[in-house]
């Protein structure tokens, strides 16, 4: 991206629709709610869509109860794309990942800026940032404010929501870390912001039944494969049904295999309405988002990746086996 070229977009007040991604975890929201804040500050008239509902555990997030959720305001959400002067796209680079407002982003005849940290953009932005070894699109967005000479503006609202895309896409800390990362947090904790306090909601915020959910997963429904290095956790709709499942209850649970040394590849198995969701997560060079990429129309990190099939919940164990020892060969292992 070349910050001449957006300093005229910037620097106008313009109608902004800032865009993330379906099931938006931390970083979609905290980057999109740190832009949004920004450029309402700068004099911008301000919009965030959300294809889906967040999980009700990032309620806290400074603003989240502005934005729209496309499923519930299809046709506003839409309107609020057709009519603003700017878009900007925010924590992913394929318009599968914005469903149902993706052709009429596809169709806009308006500058749009994609900022991400996925591999592989695709091509429909105007205005690229785009940086595959960024820990987070909150990460990115941070350099974005400082290109522009915005970073005076930053204030604790806006360091809360950087620092929670941060957090939550590094695992606190935990991998995707590089020296920026830590320089960039350095300085925003000097914001005015309460850290402890953002780790507790971040990871001190479940409710008693997900973490129940979290037991059973693990003892009833982990299956260990030794020869592969493998976990799957699978949960079928009567599981859904049985523990009530809602949006965000099974986030974090696929990370929890790899706290056994020899599991190097964990997933989580969902039986959602009209698909089955896999989760994929992985340690060191086992590349999960090439697995989740060739076999299961998906894609994301090297160590953390998604994607979805339309077969029978026996259908999509199946296929997993099938392709779960190949993972070895995407790995430099
Ligand atoms: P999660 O397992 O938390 O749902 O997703 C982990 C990562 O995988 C996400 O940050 C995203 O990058 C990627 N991902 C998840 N689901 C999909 C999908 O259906 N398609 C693509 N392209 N990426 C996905
Ligand atoms: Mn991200």
Redesign the pocket.
């Known amino acids: 991206m070349n910050t001449i070229d957006i300093i005229p977009l910037i620097k106008q007040p313009r109608k902004v629709t800032i865009l993330s991604h379906r ?1 938006p ?1 931390g970083d979609a929201l905290g980057s999109s709610l740190a832009m949004a804040r920004m450029l309402t500050y700068i004099g911008h008239q301000v919009k965030v869509i959300l294809p889906s509902e967040y999980p009700y555990y990032f309620d806290w997030l400074p603003d989240i109860e502005s934005v729209v959720i496309a499923d519930s305001r299809v046709s506003y959400a839409n309107t609020l794309i057709d009519e603003c002067d700017l878009i900007i796209c925010l924590d992913f680079n ?1 318009l ?2 914005v469903d149902n407002v993706s052709q009429t982003i596809a169709t806009a005849n308006k500058p749009i800026i994609l900022i991400d940290h ?1 591999q592989d953009p695709m091509p429909f932005a105007s205005y690229m940032m785009s940086d595959p070894l960024a820990s987070s699109t909150a990460e990115l967005v941070y350099r974005f404010f400082e290109e522009l000479g915005l970073l005076h503006r930053v204030d604790a609202a806006i360091a809360t929501c950087l620092l929670t895309g941060i957090i939550t896409d590094t695992g606190s800390f935990k991998f995707n870390v590089n020296p920026t990362v830590f320089s960039i947090v350095s300085q925003l904790i000097t914001k005015g912001i309460d850290y402890q306090q953002i780790q507790y909601n971040i990871f001190n915020n479940m409710s008693a039944k997900q973490l129940q959910l979290l037991g059973f997963c693990l003892d009833l429904r982990m299956e260990v494969v030794p020869e592969w290095h493998a976990a799957i956790i699978g949960l079928n709709k009567a599981d859904f049904q049985r523990f009530k499942i809602s949006r965000g209850d099974t ?1 974090g649970i ?1 990370n929890y295999p790899l706290m056994v040394g020899d599991i190097w590849v964990a997933v989580l198995v969902t039986e959602q309405q009209n698909l089955i969701k896999f ?2 997560r992985s340690k060191g060079d086992i590349a999960v988002n090439e697995l ?1 990429k060739r076999h299961f ?5 090297k160590n ?5 099939l339309q077969v029978s919940f026996n259908d999509a164990i199946a296929q997993l086996k099938q392709h779960l020892p190949s993972v070895i060969q995407y790995s430099s292992i």
Do not use: I
Not at 297 to 301: Q, S
């Open positions: 099931n975890d394929s599968d990942r996925h986030e696929v989760s994929f989740a129309n998906g894609g994301g990190h953390a990746a998604g994607g979805s």
